[in-house]
């Protein structure tokens, strides 16, 4: 029988274990092959087409105006936000496996962006930032003429 | 180990959940990988809320089901990640199923539910039976 892990009451161990996981992954490099081995809040995924590359993050319960998204150096992109925990007066949990409370990631995108027009959506918990490649960084048909 | 039957189950422990596999089992019903929503479950003086974490699914995803004492939980997210050029991926898009088995202290025909932003908040009402009550004291004579 599979189980999830039941906590009666919030463990202050888990914040030292948050801040751990925050430190480790402060500017962790997302590169091709590395499927993240540490667990980092909150996960992403990220895909492209021609002009942009999207940024996709499950983030259940939170409002664009919970989160801040920056863009620095053409291609560092930091998300930070917050989940307020349920905490209703004289609650007793029974189980809790929901995390709350701050979170931050920084990445390094693996081409650079046009930072004055990155555009973020969040709807039904999941935050999607698109941003335009840089000009420099888009594919580019190559036309070939004959010698 | 066999389960308690209701009648002696506490108060305490109204839900149990069932045996559910964390992650990517088949679901006959919708297709594509399933996985079991986080919960919180928190008790109050008249009622049990479940809260559960459901990212991509609207409110036409959802299906609630009550039979048995099992309440079931079910969350269809739309296909977010097919037919794309993935660069880096770090958790896979599916749907989300999970049941519990409600003990007897629970008003099943007062369930009700909502759905914002991703997260299922389900009220499960106390019956009158259990909820605490006030006791007037009179003076005696």
């Known amino acids: 029988m599979a189980l999830t892990r039941w906590r009666a009451f919030h463990d202050p161990l888990d914040d030292v274990n948050r801040l751990q996981e925050q430190m480790s992954r402060l500017f962790s490099r997302l590169g091709a092959n590395d499927r993240a081995a540490a667990p980092a809040y909150p996960s992403l995924n990220l895909w492209q087409d021609g002009d942009y590359i999207y940024v996709e993050s499950e983030l259940p319960g939170l409002k664009l105006g919970d989160l801040e998204i920056v863009v620095t150096g053409g291609n560092q992109l930091s998300i930070k936000g917050h989940r307020e925990p349920a905490l209703p007066d004289n609650a007793v949990w029974h189980r809790q496996e929901r995390g709350y409370g701050d979170f931050s990631r920084l990445v390094r995108l693996p081409i650079d962006v046009d930072a004055d027009h990155v555009a973020a959506t969040l709807k039904n918990g999941v935050l999607t930032i698109k941003l335009p490649k840089h000009a420099e960084a888009k594919p580019r048909k190559i036309a070939v003429t004959g010698g | ?141």
């Open chain 2, 1 to 141: 180990m066999p389960e308690p039957t209701t009648q002696d189950q506490p108060l305490a422990d109204p839900v149990k959940q069932q045996a559910q596999a964390d992650l990517a089992t088949p679901e006959p019903m919708y297709g594509g990988a399933v996985f079991a929503p986080q919960v919180d479950i928190l008790e109050m003086e008249d009622e049990l809320t479940l809260l559960a974490d459901m990212p991509g699914v609207d409110l036409d995803g959802v299906d609630i089901h009550f039979e048995n004492s099992e309440l079931t939980l079910y969350g269809r997210a739309a296909r977010r990640d097919e037919g794309v050029e993935f660069i880096h991926r770090e958790y896979g898009v599916g749907n989300f199923h999970r049941a519990f088995t409600i003990g007897p202290s629970i008003d099943s025909s007062k369930i009700s539910a909502q759905l914002s932003d991703g997260v299922l908040t389900v009220h499960l009402p106390k019956t009158e039976a259990v909820k605490p009550r006030r006791i007037e004291v009179t003076a005696g004579y």
